[in-house]
Antibody, heavy 124, light 108 residues
Framework: QVQLVESGGGLVKPGGSLRLSCEAS????????MGWIRQAPGKGLEWISY????????FYADSVQGRFIISRDNAKNSLFLQMSGLRPEDTALYYC?????????????????WGQGTLVTVSS | SDVLTQPPSVSVAPGKTASITCAGN??????VHWYQQKPGQAPKLVIF???DRPAGIPERFSGSNSGNTATLSITRVEAGDEADYYC???????????FGTGTKVTVL
């Protein structure tokens, strides 16, 4: 079945770096846009980043622009999020999610399914 | 830019209808999607393209999109529908995905 499994979360000091991974199975990763969404403890969903199927186009939320980099390796069925300059407000559960299928534009895309998330805690 | 405003909470008796609104700009021209998140679980898609249901989602869940407001309706509400619900659109001016503020549905 279609499955997404995130890993790489943990405790990191402010200013530190972390690389999240998302392993996809049950579908052809190269057919889909992929995204990262986070949820701070007790808060709502916040979109972080979105990447096209060929990595040619990448989108970022203002809150992470210049600090986070999204990438993917379709041959290895994997999505990544390189996070640097981490701040306490980046503390959250980070979800990867499958986006548009053969999408030509993100305008109409939704996220389905989602992984179970990996927890990132930024604290000294 | 898109700010998607949802009521923080909606309470409904079992068997009744819950309506969750999502207010934003220029909604009529955008596709709205809805997610359900139960405690301790990842979000789950319940409505896409304003009105369509993924496989396995009961017909009790329906969506509409008109003017500046999208609505998720849950008819014949059951205890298992208790969850947080989020709307989502793509802001094509800023090239950003936007989630609504979220609504907690409580079944009385």
């Amino acid at each position: 079945q279609v499955q997404l499994v995130e890993s790489g979360g943990g405790l990191v000091k402010p200013g530190g770096s972390l690389r999240l991974s998302c392993e996809a199975s049950g579908f052809t990763l190269s057919d889909y846009y992929m995204g990262w969404i986070r949820q701070a403890p007790g808060k709502g969903l916040e979109w972080i980043s979105y990447i096209s199927s060929t990595s040619s186009t990448k989108f970022y939320a203002d809150s992470v622009q210049g600090r986070f980099i999204i990438s993917r390796d379709n041959a290895k069925n994997s999505l990544f999020l390189q996070m640097s300059g981490l701040r306490p407000e980046d503390t959250a559960l980070y979800y990867c999610a499958r986006g548009g299928y053969f999408s030509s534009s993100p305008e109409r895309d939704w996220f389905d399914p989602w992984g179970q998330g990996t927890l990132v805690t930024v604290s000294s | 830019s898109d700010v998607l405003t949802q009521p923080p909470s909606v309470s409904v008796a079992p068997g009744k209808t819950a309506s969750i609104t999502c207010a934003g700009n220029y909604f009529g021209s955008k596709s709205v999607h809805w997610y359900q998140q139960k405690p301790g679980q990842a979000p789950k898609l319940v409505i896409f393209f304003d009105t369509d249901r993924p496989a396995g989602i009961p017909e009790r869940f329906s969506g509409s999109n008109s003017g500046n407001t999208a609505t998720l309706s849950i008819t014949r509400v059951e205890a298992g529908d208790e969850a947080d619900y989020y709307c989502q659109v793509w802001d094509n001016i800023r090239d950003h995905c936007v989630f609504g503020t979220g609504t907690k549905v409580t079944v009385l």
